[in-house]
């Protein structure tokens, strides 16, 4: 295994689907914002199930550090979190609400 495999600074791909209440509350565009602030590009997406999906590339710490920012901003929205970790694509060029 490589000494950055689980470096905090390692660049990664992480999908995110929230579920609960989590479309017509402004979750994306808090997502958004908190994007902003950190160099990742991906989206952020409601889907027809009621869930959102977020999908980011950039270093792993500012990765998880917005999805901590995230779930105290929107505290008792978030019912449950599916998470998968994959290699980056480089395919976005910045962070953006898409529809």
């Known amino acids: ?9 390692r ?5 995110v689907f929230f579920s609960g209440r ?9 997502v958004h914002s908190l ?5 990742l590009t991906g989206f952020v997406r409601n889907l027809s199930d ?6 980011a590339e950039g270093h792993l710490d500012e990765i ?5 920012r995230l779930g105290d901003a ?7 979190v599916e998470t998968h970790d994959s290699e980056p694509t480089g395919e976005y060029s910045s962070f953006d609400v898409t529809y």
Do not use: K, N
Request: with cysteine.
């Open 50 to 55: 009621g869930r959102v999906e977020f999908v």
């Open 1 to 9: 295994m490589s000494p950055m495999a689980d470096s905090p600074r």
């Open 22 to 30: 989590v479309q017509g509350v402004g979750f994306r565009f808090e």
């Open 11 to 15: 660049i990664i791909r992480r999908t």
């Open 64 to 68: 998880d550090g917005l999805l901590t």
């Open 35 to 39: 994007a902003s602030r950190c160099d």
């Open 74 to 80: 929107m505290v008792g929205h978030i019912e449950s």
